[in-house]
DNA sequence: GTTTATATACCGTCTGGACGGTAAAGTGCA
DNA sequence: TGCACTTTACCGTCCAGACGGTATATAAAC
């Protein structure tokens, strides 16, 4: 076909895909080189020839995770119907719906980079920082967007560490009031 | 004079807070025996002694963390006015207290052990489930209080990680509608 | 009240293993 | 043949924990 199949973004690709899974089971700071490289199925020397070092693999893990909440955002927007506080009802929803599946492995990954080196969060500061400021320059009712938004980080951030005290019920309790948040705003 | 100055109470003490300020310092991942014994103005043998691992270390951290918020808002029982949802107020307020001075230790001392060991955070995960059990009894609204808190929860993560894109100003303002959400509940 | 025994608190060294990283030697496709 | 990728073999450092030892305090025995 195109390109080598055992080619450099192939490798990549299972070495952050082992990077990820190795660090949701044995937790971030247990995360080794010699570790990944098994699970990815290469030699560590093979590992260290993708990235050059540890640091430089965690960053991949931050870059990847980024790269793909922002598809998950992206492809939500197309489907979100039109209402009032559109950008948070997007980051909401997106953190919510990831839950299932990868957003644990993503979390775990920012934690297992400030766990080794606090700097690999500057991109994930600046993502922050960008959606602030779009949550100012376009909702209707920033109390509420900000307050939505900042639940939504709670939330996840109790199921990343596996500290939800939350029931199946009492999630969809507060995922539906966190929209009742967003679509009426705070009384008075 | 009465009894050893060089008293373990003491040194537990001293060890703790060193570790403390290390993790803060230097980070979660980096936090090594030998480190914190120099801190603490202790060999290592002696900080061994008085946590036979470094496991026990950081479950030593875990609890005083506990303890701490709990005191912490034990003392502001005594300060909040009365009115709706006063459970989560002192959540909310305990939180938000704590910011300047050892907020930042504590969760980052949660970090270091989670990192190490995610069963270190078995006290917490127990804290969490007690808190929501309150909250679910004695909630005026429960709704409100559980935004409230998973805010507070959202926005303290923010601020531990070095995360938070919010001005003296927009955290003031954050505060503020908790507060609204909590004495009048979200709209309709 | 002095000797003996035991507990408490701490020190400093050593070691074995883990871990990040290097470097030379293949392998196979273009 | 050269280049991209990978393996194998290794090095040096760091670090948790073990261990043998010391000094002071408390208690018990005589």
Redesign the pocket.
Known sequence: MFG?V??????REKILDAAAELVSEIGSG??????V?ERA??????L???F????ALLQGMIQRMIDEVSAEKEALRGQTAPGPNLEARLCTATMLNMRCGNMREIANGLLAASSENPRLLEPVRQIIKETLERLKETSDDLDASLLAWLAVEGLSNFEIHDLSPFSEQDRERIVASIGRLLNKGIAE
């Open positions: 080598c055992r080619g450099r973004k192939n490798s247990r995360l080794t080189l010699d570790a490289a199925g290469l030699s560590k020397g093979g260290l020839y993708n050059p070092s540890k640091d």
